[in-house]
């Protein structure tokens, strides 16, 4: 049976490649942000109840458009509400 003795400069070699091999992972897996957005999205990044977003729709806080039955919501609108609060 083989021995092989690991050094402190070993770990930290392994630790650098690990490190970097995860941030490739990470960086691979981002993807651009859709630019429109359904309410059950925008529900979950505002923390928001579907009766609150009616009312942003109702009062103009939040511009909308609606599709074949589906509301749609431009994210860059989104991000600037996210942003004032």
């Given at each position: 049976?083989?021995f092989s ?32 957005l359904r ?47």
């Open positions: 049976m083989a003795i690991l050094t402190k400069e070993d770990l930290q070699e392994f630790k650098i490649e690990l490190l970097e091999a995860i941030e490739k992972l990470i960086l691979g897996n981002v993807t651009e942000q859709k630019l429109w309410s059950s999205e925008v529900k979950e990044l505002l923390t928001i109840s579907s009766g609150t977003l009616q009312t942003l729709r109702n009062n103009g806080t939040i511009s909308f458009n609606k599709i074949g039955g589906i509301i749609y919501y431009n994210y860059k609108d989104i991000e600037k509400l996210i942003n004032r609060r």
